[in-house]
């Protein structure tokens, strides 16, 4: 059986009349950057997100970098991040001239451990980045209370988390901004970049909105210098069309999660990645970790089955943040996951008899 690690394809065959009339719409309005449709999708996903602003992007990383400049930090900041996660978060932090400060994250989850926040906290220290990995919550209670008694920023990177719950509430909605990614693996995706921030306050997400369209309100009149980030017409109106699927998306993601985590009880040094009781996931990923990683990944690879790892160096390791001077040991745990992590093949549409497979041929290489 041929187990792909995701399949974009069955998801636009189950969408194909909507997505196809939206790049025809796109077309016969010339509706290309911009425009009403893109103002349409903002206000879906605010109200997806149960928050009154958002703010469309041309992609998560900018969803960040804009954040991060619209709260005003900048050279001389430090902002507190993980080692463990996509580079676009430390990038963004790199880009507005700040530096990165990482700790390290929880043995269990994988996530920021806010019992390591205190420590890295000094006079420059301007905001904290918790990331929402593998659509799994972080212990947004502890951060946000860390954050407020430090007056701290706080961006969430949901990238990886559209819809999921912190104690009930979506996440990307308890800090000042929240980040979004559309890229087309994510869970809610694109057929190009795109991304989102959404935050509470109007005029801190209206000048994300003007910092991504060069600075301006008005067609020539540019308040201050911004970017060119904006969200095509043809990306918002397909995110449009998918965005009311997204929960029962999410919800057969959470039946081929649980379909995993029953097969895998009992499995011999295989280990699922812990999911914290307060948190009501959105599977991105689904994570394991095991000493035999490497070979575990070419026995599935012989069977068929793609996997991912998600990731297989740390950013303090990466040569792009050599100048941050940290080495191997500085962050055990993320360093260990980076070994010990797999992801197994994770979609919405994956059929439940292929999730039994995958795990058949685990359990035949755990025994071996
Ligand atoms: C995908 C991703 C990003 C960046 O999003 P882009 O749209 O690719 O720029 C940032 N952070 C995390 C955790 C991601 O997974």
Redesign the pocket.
């Known amino acids: 059986m041929n187990v792909p690690f995701m399949d974009l394809g069955v998801q636009y065959r189950s969408l194909k009349s909507e997505i196809d009339q939206a790049i025809e719409q796109t077309i016969r309005t010339n509706g290309f950057v911009g425009g009403p449709a893109v103002t349409e999708f903002e206000e879906a996903f605010a109200a997806f997100c149960e928050i009154e602003n958002c703010a469309a992007v041309g992609?998560?990383?900018d969803a960040?970098t804009l954040s991060l400049r619209a709260l005003g930090i900048g050279p001389g900041d430090e902002v507190i991040t993980v080692p463990n996660?996509?580079i676009?978060?430390s990038e963004a932090i790199v880009l507005v001239g700040a530096k990165p400060v990482f700790i390290d994250v929880d043995p269990d989850t994988l996530l920021m451990d806010p019992k390591k926040l205190e420590i890295a906290i000094n006079k420059r220290t301007k905001a904290i980045v918790p990331?929402h990995?593998f659509g799994q919550a972080c212990d947004m209670d502890a951060i946000l209370a860390i954050a407020q008694s430090y007056d701290l920023k706080v961006v969430e990177?949901t990238?990886?988390a559209h819809g999921a719950r912190w104690k009930g509430r979506r996440v990307g909605t308890f800090g000042d901004l929240g980040c979004f990614?559309f890229?087309p693996g994510?869970n809610l995706g694109a057929f190009g970049?795109a991304?989102a921030v959404v935050g509470r306050d109007e005029n801190l997400v209206g000048a994300i909105r003007r910092l991504a369209n060069h600075g301006r309100d008005t067609k020539y009149e540019h308040d201050i210098i911004g970017t060119n980030s904006r969200m095509d017409g043809m990306q918002a109106r397909i995110l449009s069309a998918k965005l009311p699927r997204l929960d029962s998306w999410n919800a057969a993601r959470r039946q081929v999660a649980k379909r995993y985590l029953e097969n895998l009880i009992g499995v011999d040094d295989v280990l699922p990645t812990k999911i914290n009781s307060k948190c009501d996931p959105v599977w991105h990923l689904f994570t394991c970790r095991l000493n035999r990683r490497d070979e575990l990944r070419e026995h599935l690879s012989l069977q068929g089955i793609s996997t991912g790892i998600h990731y297989p160096l740390p950013l303090h390791l990466q040569p792009a943040h050599q100048d941050l001077g940290l080495g191997e040991g500085a962050f055990p745990v993320a360093e260990n996951a980076a070994r010990e992590l797999i992801s197994l093949p994770m979609f919405p549409e994956m059929p439940l008899e292929a999730v039994d497979f995958v795990c058949d041929k685990i359990r035949e290489f755990a025994a071996s």
């Open positions: 992609n998560g990383t960040i996660t996509f676009a978060t990331v990995l990177d990238a990886q990614s890229y994510k970049d991304g």
